[in-house]
């Protein structure tokens, strides 16, 4: 099977210890602006190849995947398709029908929910899997493997925040107020992460790692090194300033590593969302050039 170095360790994981029951697992290779090397990963999905694991974005650089390329790819080998969504939900519309994935996972706390792990499978995939069901439930996917009370509470929570999402947009059914929805918001995150991509460009000393915001798609997420501080004291001092951000690998910690950046204690991530504005940004950008101007 075939992973990658870009993506959160939940996703690379459990995969690795097939290993220890013969499995091969490969991992595909990290660009160094924070894509996926597709040149490595055409070359390392062969025919033998059944299951991909990729992320649709990267949590750590906001890097979206071509998951039109990867999907082609694992078609023409023969290969189910598992797609991390949880980083990518939030700010994109998500059409598993269109995509062609197989699998697709995801975490309703990303999207103003309660924490409610949700998994797609194409029709019949689970049903193949041998997991462990006691006699009294239904023998069929997803009841097999849904042992027990569900957490209904939670699951209300769920349906709250996706009543509360499609408010949020326009039309005539539910599907399509949250299409529209998602394009609202996907709009707005990315007006705002890109004056502070810009903006943060712009100040000597630091460093922004990641694709360019405006030559290709993104999430709204940004991450920076602020040279001649650690991103924990960059945290530590934008914090005292009222401003939220957080420091480290985010468990994306082998891309981290491969980008030399584990070392230095990771890098400041800041993440856009739907009630973020502008007037914040303005204010984060002089809080972090009142920084860099103490280095």
Not at 44 to 57: C, F, H, P, Q, S
Not at 122 to 146: S, V
Not at 161 to 187: C, K, N, W, Y
Not at 239 to 258: K, M, P, Q
């Amino acid at each position: 099977m075939l992973i990658t170095q870009l993506d959160h360790e939940a996703n690379r994981g459990p995969w690795l210890q097939l290993r220890d029951h013969g499995i091969i697992v490969r991992e595909v290779n990290l660009e160094e602006d924070g894509a996926l090397d597709y040149a490595d990963f055409e070359k390392k999905i062969t025919e033998n190849t059944r299951l991909v694991a990729v992320g649709l974005a990267s949590n750590i650089f906001g890097t979206v995947n071509d998951i039109e390329h990867i999907r082609t790819m694992t078609y023409q080998a023969g290969a189910l398709l598992l797609l991390d969504a949880v980083h990518y939900a939030p700010h994109f519309s998500i059409d598993v029908q269109a995509i062609g994935c197989d699998f697709l996972l995801c975490s309703a706390y990303k999207f103003y929910g309660p924490h409610v792990g949700i998994l797609y499978s194409r029709p019949g995939l689970l049903d193949r899997l041998p997991t462990d069901c006691l006699r009294t439930q239904e023998q069929m996917a997803p009841y097999k493997i849904e042992t027990g009370t569900l957490n209904h509470a939670a699951i209300a929570g769920v349906g709250a925040a996706v009543d509360f999402i499609a408010s949020l947009g326009t039309g005539s059914s539910p599907r399509d107020q949250l299409v529209s929805a998602m394009h609202r918001i996907h709009e707005h995150e990315i007006n705002v992460a890109t004056k502070l991509y810009q903006e943060l460009r712009d100040i000597p000393g630091i460093e922004i790692w990641g694709p360019s915001i405006r030559e290709q798609e993104r999430a709204p997420t940004i991450s920076f090194v602020a040279h001649g501080r650690t991103a924990a004291e960059v945290c530590r001092e934008l914090g005292e300033n009222g401003i939220c951000a957080w420091d480290g690998h985010f468990y994306a910690i082998r891309a981290t590593e491969v980008l030399g950046l584990l070392e230095k204690g990771g890098v400041t991530r800041m993440g856009m969302m739907v009630y973020n504005t502008e007037a914040e940004i303005d204010r984060t950008i002089e809080v972090i050039q009142k920084i860099m101007q103490t280095t």
